[in-house]
């Protein structure tokens, strides 16, 4: 674990409760994220997924632990970690191509003018955004147009992580559904590193290469970590014909239903999160294969 790309060390976290003592909100977690992988992070309102992320962005500092990039501990805010929240931090006084210009022109100091304008236009062509749209400022826009600028912007900054904290959750089904479509499609194109949490299942199964799973909290864990073993490309359409799909999911409703009391007690203090590997179709075939060839062989 301590070789990933970005490793979460016995990270902890603690608050004030309000009534003179503490309450932990979780404690010791570890995970690792590999480079280009994209990892989304499931769990109940409150467990604490929102505070993991500010602490990767480095806008919230643990109570204990590390979190390493490239080997190196990360501290503070940093061009490197790009960060997309659900209410679209956009400049109000800018118009959608500025918001993005301006990161851009400030991650890459040495382009001129022509260039960060070519790269930034590229980016927002890719979430659906073009034309005279561009021009407009935020106030202009519909909510589904702002967070394609949000994430227009954080992936035209090409950051060596994107941290998204629920970037769709304040948008409509269809809306949603065309934008998870574009952000996979800056992704694949792009090979980044993506952490994102979601409260949204299919969206999960649909965009992760990776769940983590997290306990409710106080005292919440990151209990499992369940791979996507849906091919790639997927699209929405299709991807419920998958045999794995319902597997996969009905683990994780199962998992969020069940809360989280029996996990922890299964933990034994080692807070990093079991890995859940579903293949229906695999492990049909490995049940199909009678051990019969072996036993030919031994009589030959
Ligand atoms: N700055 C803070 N001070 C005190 N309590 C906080 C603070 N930030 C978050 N919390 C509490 O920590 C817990 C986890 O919050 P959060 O990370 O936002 O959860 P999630 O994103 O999973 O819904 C909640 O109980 C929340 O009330
Ligand atoms: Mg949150």
């Not at 992988?37 to 962005?57: D, P």
């Not at 983590?212 to 073993?229: C, D, F, H, K, Q």
């Not at 998992?255 to 080692?270: D, H, N, Y």
Request: glycine share 8%; net charge negative.
């Amino acid at each position: 674990m301590g070789s990933s790309f970005l490793s979460i060390e016995k990270l902890s976290q603690r608050y004030p409760d309000g009534k003179g003592g503490e309450f932990t909100v979780f404690e010791d977690a570890s995970f690792g994220i590999e480079k280009g992988e994209f990892v989304c992070i499931l769990g109940h309102s409150g467990c604490g997924k929102s505070t993991i992320m500010n602490i990767l962005a480095g806008l919230a500092e643990p109570s204990s632990g590390v979190v390493k990039m490239d080997g190196f501990a990360v501290s503070g805010p940093s061009l490197d970690r790009g960060v997309v929240f659900q209410n679209y931090s956009l400049l109000p006084w800018l118009s959608a191509l500025k918001n993005v210009t301006f990161g851009v022109a400030a991650r890459f100091p040495d382009w001129d003018k022509a260039k960060v304008i070519e790269h930034s236009t590229a980016f927002l062509a890719k979430v659906g955004l073009k034309g005279d749209t561009i021009h407009r400022k935020p106030s202009q826009l519909s909510g589904g147009m702002r967070q394609r600028v949000s994430i227009a912007r954080a992936f035209a900054n090409e950051p060596k992580l994107l941290l998204l904290d629920e970037p769709f959750g304040a948008l409509d089904a269809l809306t949603r559904g065309t934008i998870q479509d574009e952000l996979i499609k800056v992704w694949s194109d792009t090979d980044q590193t993506v952490f994102m949490i979601t409260h949204d299942i299919d969206e999960a199964i649909l965009l992760a290469d990776r769940i983590l799973l997290m306990t409710n909290g106080p005292m919440a864990r990151v209990a499992e970590s369940v791979e996507i073993t849906i091919p790639r490309p997927r699209n929405r359409a299709e991807i419920v014909e998958h045999p794995n799909y319902y597997a996969i999911r009905n683990h994780l409703v199962q998992f969020l239903s069940r809360g989280s009391t029996e996990v922890v007690a299964s933990s034994e203090g080692a807070n990093s999160p079991t890995t859940v590997r579903i293949d229906v179709e695999s492990d049909a075939q490995a049940e199909a294969e009678p051990p019969a060839p072996r036993l030919l062989a031994v009589e030959g």
